[in-house]
Protein backbone atom coordinates (compact mmCIF):
# COMPACT_ATOMS: atom_id res chain seq x y z
CA UNK A 1 0.00 0.00 0.00
CA UNK A 2 0.55 3.74 -0.40
CA UNK A 3 0.00 6.00 2.89
CA UNK A 4 -1.09 9.56 2.87
CA UNK A 5 0.00 11.69 5.17
CA UNK A 6 -1.01 15.57 6.13
CA UNK A 7 0.74 15.65 10.04
CA UNK A 8 1.65 13.37 12.96
CA UNK A 9 1.50 10.16 11.52
CA UNK A 10 0.16 7.99 14.04
CA UNK A 11 -2.20 6.12 12.23
CA UNK A 12 0.99 5.59 10.06
CA UNK A 13 2.86 4.23 12.90
CA UNK A 14 0.65 1.91 13.51
CA UNK A 15 0.47 0.48 10.21
CA UNK A 16 4.49 0.19 10.35
CA UNK A 17 4.16 -1.28 13.59
CA UNK A 18 1.55 -3.91 12.34
CA UNK A 19 3.78 -4.89 9.22
CA UNK A 20 6.98 -5.47 11.13
CA UNK A 21 5.17 -7.50 13.64
CA UNK A 22 3.27 -9.55 11.76
CA UNK A 23 5.59 -9.52 8.48
CA UNK A 24 4.16 -9.18 4.99
CA UNK A 25 2.81 -12.66 5.36
CA UNK A 26 1.26 -12.51 8.60
CA UNK A 27 -0.10 -8.82 8.62
CA UNK A 28 -1.03 -9.07 4.54
CA UNK A 29 0.17 -5.89 3.06
CA UNK A 30 3.29 -3.90 3.27
CA UNK A 31 3.85 0.08 2.22
CA UNK A 32 5.77 0.66 -0.56
CA UNK A 33 5.75 4.61 -0.09
CA UNK A 34 4.13 7.27 2.06
CA UNK A 35 3.21 9.91 0.29
CA UNK A 36 1.95 13.92 1.93
CA UNK A 37 0.86 17.09 0.54
CA UNK A 38 3.32 19.61 2.64
CA UNK A 39 7.08 18.29 4.21
CA UNK A 40 8.41 18.76 7.59
CA UNK A 41 6.12 16.51 9.17
CA UNK A 42 6.67 13.93 11.51
CA UNK A 43 4.57 11.53 9.04
CA UNK A 44 6.95 11.69 6.68
CA UNK A 45 10.00 11.54 9.37
CA UNK A 46 8.23 7.99 10.57
CA UNK A 47 8.84 6.70 6.86
CA UNK A 48 12.28 7.91 6.54
CA UNK A 49 12.95 6.38 10.05
CA UNK A 50 11.64 2.70 8.94
CA UNK A 51 13.66 3.21 5.57
CA UNK A 52 10.27 3.90 3.72
CA UNK A 53 10.33 5.89 0.24
CA UNK A 54 8.56 9.59 0.69
CA UNK A 55 7.21 11.87 -1.70
CA UNK A 56 5.83 15.38 -1.71
CA UNK A 57 3.35 16.85 -3.64
CA UNK A 58 2.03 20.69 -2.33
CA UNK A 59 -0.69 22.63 -4.27
CA UNK A 60 0.74 25.85 -3.95
CA UNK A 61 3.46 24.27 -6.43
CA UNK A 62 1.44 23.58 -9.01
CA UNK A 63 -0.29 25.85 -11.76
CA UNK A 64 -3.97 24.26 -10.85
CA UNK A 65 -5.70 21.73 -8.36
CA UNK A 66 -5.93 19.47 -10.97
CA UNK A 67 -2.38 19.34 -11.87
CA UNK A 68 -1.62 18.77 -8.15
CA UNK A 69 -3.81 15.55 -8.45
CA UNK A 70 -2.63 14.29 -11.65
CA UNK A 71 1.16 14.76 -9.97
CA UNK A 72 -0.61 13.15 -7.03
CA UNK A 73 -1.68 10.83 -9.15
CA UNK A 74 1.69 9.73 -10.81
CA UNK A 75 4.09 9.86 -7.60
CA UNK A 76 1.47 7.36 -6.22
CA UNK A 77 1.60 4.98 -9.20
CA UNK A 78 4.60 4.72 -9.48
CA UNK A 79 4.78 2.37 -6.54
CA UNK A 80 1.98 0.24 -8.12
CA UNK A 81 -0.08 0.13 -4.69
CA UNK A 82 -2.94 -2.48 -4.75
CA UNK A 83 -4.34 -0.05 -1.80
CA UNK A 84 -3.95 3.31 -0.75
CA UNK A 85 -4.83 4.50 2.39
CA UNK A 86 -5.48 8.16 3.31
CA UNK A 87 -4.49 8.41 6.87
CA UNK A 88 -5.09 11.97 8.09
CA UNK A 89 -4.31 13.31 4.41
CA UNK A 90 -5.95 16.51 4.44
CA UNK A 91 -6.69 17.25 1.22
CA UNK A 92 -9.95 15.96 -1.35
CA UNK A 93 -8.35 14.44 -4.03
CA UNK A 94 -9.18 15.08 -7.81
CA UNK A 95 -10.96 12.91 -10.62
CA UNK A 96 -7.51 11.85 -12.08
CA UNK A 97 -6.45 10.28 -8.63
CA UNK A 98 -9.84 8.80 -8.08
CA UNK A 99 -10.37 6.93 -11.74
CA UNK A 100 -6.94 5.60 -11.24
CA UNK A 101 -7.53 4.42 -7.55
CA UNK A 102 -10.90 4.42 -6.69
CA UNK A 103 -12.28 0.69 -5.38
CA UNK A 104 -9.16 0.68 -3.74
CA UNK A 105 -8.54 3.97 -2.19
CA UNK A 106 -9.31 3.98 1.97
CA UNK A 107 -9.57 7.06 4.26
CA UNK A 108 -10.52 7.15 8.26
CA UNK A 109 -12.22 10.13 9.44
CA UNK A 110 -12.58 10.78 13.20
CA UNK A 111 -16.52 10.45 13.73
CA UNK A 112 -19.48 8.45 12.77
CA UNK A 113 -20.07 9.23 9.56
CA UNK A 114 -22.37 10.01 8.16
CA UNK A 115 -22.72 12.69 10.90
CA UNK A 116 -19.97 15.38 11.38
CA UNK A 117 -18.06 15.13 7.55
CA UNK A 118 -15.39 17.22 6.70
CA UNK A 119 -12.16 18.77 8.41
CA UNK A 120 -13.70 19.35 11.84
CA UNK A 121 -14.83 16.18 12.56
CA UNK A 122 -14.17 15.95 16.27
CA UNK A 123 -15.04 19.49 17.18
CA UNK A 124 -18.35 19.32 15.04
CA UNK A 125 -19.74 16.50 16.85
CA UNK A 126 -18.38 18.14 20.30
CA UNK A 127 -20.43 21.44 19.14
CA UNK A 128 -23.20 19.62 18.51
CA UNK A 129 -23.62 18.38 22.01
CA UNK A 130 -23.72 14.24 20.47
CA UNK A 131 -23.31 12.15 23.40
CA UNK A 132 -20.98 8.94 21.08
CA UNK A 133 -18.91 10.22 18.34
CA UNK A 134 -15.56 7.59 16.66
CA UNK A 135 -14.30 7.11 13.67
CA UNK A 136 -15.12 5.83 10.66
CA UNK A 137 -12.89 3.70 8.08
CA UNK A 138 -14.34 4.04 4.49
CA UNK A 139 -13.77 3.79 0.77
CA UNK A 140 -12.93 7.48 -0.99
CA UNK A 141 -15.75 8.39 -3.89
CA UNK A 142 -16.50 11.51 -5.09
CA UNK A 143 -17.85 13.46 -2.10
CA UNK A 144 -16.60 14.19 1.07
CA UNK A 145 -16.51 11.49 3.47
CA UNK A 146 -18.86 9.77 1.59
CA UNK A 147 -17.95 6.80 0.06
CA UNK A 148 -19.08 3.48 1.77
CA UNK A 149 -18.09 2.44 5.36
CA UNK A 150 -16.05 -0.77 6.34
CA UNK A 151 -16.21 -0.58 9.32
CA UNK A 152 -16.51 2.32 12.66
CA UNK A 153 -15.55 2.31 16.22
CA UNK A 154 -17.54 4.40 18.78
CA UNK A 155 -16.40 6.75 21.58
CA UNK A 156 -18.16 8.31 24.29
CA UNK A 157 -18.26 12.21 25.02
CA UNK A 158 -17.88 12.85 28.48
CA UNK A 159 -18.53 16.67 29.96
CA UNK A 160 -14.90 17.19 30.07
CA UNK A 161 -14.11 17.08 26.74
CA UNK A 162 -16.09 20.74 26.12
CA UNK A 163 -13.36 22.01 28.22
CA UNK A 164 -10.05 21.35 26.01
CA UNK A 165 -11.97 22.12 22.62
CA UNK A 166 -11.72 18.50 21.53
CA UNK A 167 -8.33 17.01 22.19
CA UNK A 168 -8.53 14.82 24.61
CA UNK A 169 -11.67 13.60 22.73
CA UNK A 170 -9.53 13.31 19.07
CA UNK A 171 -7.05 11.46 21.41
CA UNK A 172 -9.28 8.77 22.61
CA UNK A 173 -10.76 8.54 19.45
CA UNK A 174 -7.10 8.38 17.50
CA UNK A 175 -6.38 4.83 20.00
CA UNK A 176 -9.77 3.23 18.37
CA UNK A 177 -8.88 4.69 14.68
CA UNK A 178 -5.40 3.21 15.04
CA UNK A 179 -6.21 -0.30 16.08
CA UNK A 180 -9.56 0.23 13.24
CA UNK A 181 -7.83 1.17 10.60
CA UNK A 182 -4.95 -1.68 11.11
CA UNK A 183 -7.42 -4.86 11.59
CA UNK A 184 -9.35 -3.17 8.20
CA UNK A 185 -6.00 -2.71 6.31
CA UNK A 186 -5.06 -6.36 7.62
CA UNK A 187 -8.36 -7.95 6.63
CA UNK A 188 -8.98 -6.35 3.21
CA UNK A 189 -5.71 -7.21 2.09
CA UNK A 190 -5.21 -10.98 3.58
CA UNK A 191 -9.14 -11.67 2.86
CA UNK A 192 -10.25 -9.66 -0.21
CA UNK A 193 -13.44 -7.41 -0.63
CA UNK A 194 -16.19 -6.80 -2.98
CA UNK A 195 -17.93 -3.03 -3.05
CA UNK A 196 -21.42 -4.27 -4.20
CA UNK A 197 -23.58 -0.55 -3.93
CA UNK A 198 -22.78 0.86 -0.25
CA UNK A 199 -22.35 -2.30 1.13
CA UNK A 200 -18.21 -3.62 1.70
CA UNK A 201 -18.57 -7.12 1.95
CA UNK A 202 -15.32 -8.93 3.33
CA UNK A 203 -14.83 -12.71 2.70
CA UNK A 204 -17.19 -14.58 4.35
CA UNK A 205 -19.64 -12.42 4.72
C1 LIG B 1 -6.86 11.27 12.46
O1 LIG B 1 -7.77 11.39 13.53
C2 LIG B 1 -7.55 11.35 11.13
O2 LIG B 1 -8.79 10.71 11.10
C3 LIG B 1 -7.73 12.85 11.05
O3 LIG B 1 -6.49 13.35 11.46
C4 LIG B 1 -5.91 12.44 12.39
C5 LIG B 1 -4.56 12.06 11.87
O4 LIG B 1 -3.74 11.64 12.90
N1 LIG B 1 -8.17 13.26 9.76
P1 LIG B 1 -2.28 11.06 12.62
O5 LIG B 1 -1.57 12.02 11.68
O6 LIG B 1 -2.42 9.69 12.02
O7 LIG B 1 -1.63 11.03 13.96
Redesign the pocket.
Same mark, same amino acid.
Given at each position: MVVL????? $????ALLDAVEAGGVEGYGARIVAVGADRAGIE?LARAERAGIPTFVRRVPEYASRAEWDLALTEATAAYEPDLVVS??F?KIVGQEFLARFGGRLIN $???ALLPSFPGAH??RDALAYGAKVTG?TVHFVDEGVDTGPVIAQGVVEILDEDHNDGGAAL?ER??EV??RLLVDVVGRLSRDGYRIEGRKVRLRDE
Amino acid at each position: MVVLVSGSG $TNLQALLDAVEAGGVEGYGARIVAVGADRAGIEGLARAERAGIPTFVRRVPEYASRAEWDLALTEATAAYEPDLVVSAGFMKIVGQEFLARFGGRLIN $THPALLPSFPGAHGVRDALAYGAKVTGCTVHFVDEGVDTGPVIAQGVVEILDEDHNDGGAALHERIKEVERRLLVDVVGRLSRDGYRIEGRKVRLRDE
